[in-house]
């Protein structure tokens, strides 16, 4: 990209104390440009961003930056002062998934962020053509990025402008958050310029309002969320404003069914709810859930199984005492029953038995007494 379509870019070769300019770096954003440099020191190259606020500064020859209007001169300084603080607050950053602040300098009448240089591509670049992640490379270019902004959110610091330009993939594959917003945010406050503080499509709802208190770590969580709805569907979310009244954004549920675990596409919707209090509050508890087990089939089904089984087993072996009980108890009553029958018999052949010896006894005496 030339440097000499920018009017207000610095031009090639200039020195900028032992940095020289090579070129410049993506497209001159309202806040600032980036620049390509050569640390002529140490032979190495790195980025170097300048403040230089479109709305309220122009460039004044080859280098001086200056106010447009003695207007403009409270909010120049105002944001002057806001692009330090981020500096500051990013040099003490030493995460591989957050870019590295080297150093920061004033000249020219504005101030410098020199950070690494990384070699590789944006995420923008990388899914050029309508291309789309596999579940495997959307978590490993989203997994990294939380722990860079749990470390973020823990300095209580926010990005405030998460979108696909602002993740870059490594060379080594490693994902690099770029171009905190917080400074370009507080800027488009003072001068009520929206366009200059959000990205339509993932920028929450909250960063169209002037009350920073809405704003936390579910703000940059939106932004993360509608990153990968990009991801997996070629596509961005429809700006947050559009969706207030009749949301015609397909959820993340629908778009990615068959081809991703449900799981990962709930936490995806969950992310882009409207609302801040409807969305995750921390980063530690998003990713959480997002990467919960699933429950198997084997956890819940198995105990209500065994429990069957033990139960049948139980009722089965009662009944079989239980009819092994009625077996004996009607057995035995047979068996009483056969005793009395018997006693009864033998009772009966004993009277006979009298019966007939007093029959004979009887005769015997009526025959004597015939004799005589």
């Not at 240089?117 to 997994?143: A, F, H, P, W």
């Not at 800027?187 to 920028?203: D, L, M, W």
């Not at 429990?307 to 009625?326: C, E, K, P, Y």
Request: aromatic share 10%.
């Amino acid at each position: 990209m030339e440097v000499q379509q920018y009017r207000n870019a610095l031009p090639r070769g200039f020195l900028l104390n032992e940095y020289e300019i090579d070129s410049v770096l993506g497209k001159p954003g309202g806040f600032g440009i980036t620049y390509l440099a050569t640390d002529t020191q140490l032979r190495q190259s790195v980025a170097i961003k300048e403040y230089l606020p479109s709305d309220f500064a122009i460039r004044e020859g080859v280098n001086t930056v200056s106010i447009k209007s003695s207007s403009d001169q409270e909010s120049f300084q105002w944001g002057l002062k806001c692009f330090i603080d981020e500096a500051q607050v990013l040099a003490k950053f030493n995460h591989q998934n957050i870019v590295k602040v080297l150093r920061f300098f004033e000249a020219n009448g504005t101030a410098y962020m020199v950070m690494e240089y990384q070699e590789g591509k944006s995420l923008t670049d990388y899914l050029k053509g309508g291309r789309t992640l596999t579940e495997k490379e959307l978590l490993t270019i989203v997994l990294p990025l939380l722990d860079g902004l749990i470390e973020v959110h823990k300095a209580g610091f926010l990005h405030r402008d998460i979108k696909p330009s602002n993740i870059y993939i490594h060379s080594n594959n490693i994902p690099i958050l770029l171009d905190f917003g917080s400074a370009r945010y507080v800027v488009g406050q003072k001068t009520r310029s929206v366009t200059s503080i959000v990205t339509p499509g993932y920028a929450p709802l909250e960063q169209y309002d002037s009350e920073v208190k809405n704003q936390g770590p579910w703000t940059d969580i939106y932004a993360l969320g509608a990153v990968m709805y990009y991801a997996i569907s070629g596509e961005a979310p429809p700006a947050a404003t559009r969706r207030i009244m009749k949301d015609p954004m397909i959820p993340a549920v629908k778009v990615g069914k068959g081809n991703y675990n449900n799981r990962l596409l709930k936490a995806i919707d969950w992310a882009l709810e409207l609302s801040e209090e409807d969305r995750p509050q921390t980063i530690a508890f998003w990713r959480g859930k997002m990467l919960a087990p699933a429950p198997t089939v084997t956890s819940s089904v198995k105990p209500r199984s065994q429990f069957s089984w033990s139960f049948i087993n139980v009722a089965g072996i009662v009944l079989i005492l239980l009819l092994s009980a009625a077996v004996v108890m009607l057995f035995n009553k047979n068996m009483s029953y056969n005793n009395e029958i018997e006693k009864e018999r033998m009772a009966r052949q004993r009277l006979e038995s009298q019966l007939e010896i007093e029959r004979e006894r009887r005769q015997k005496n009526e025959e004597g007494c015939k004799l005589n």
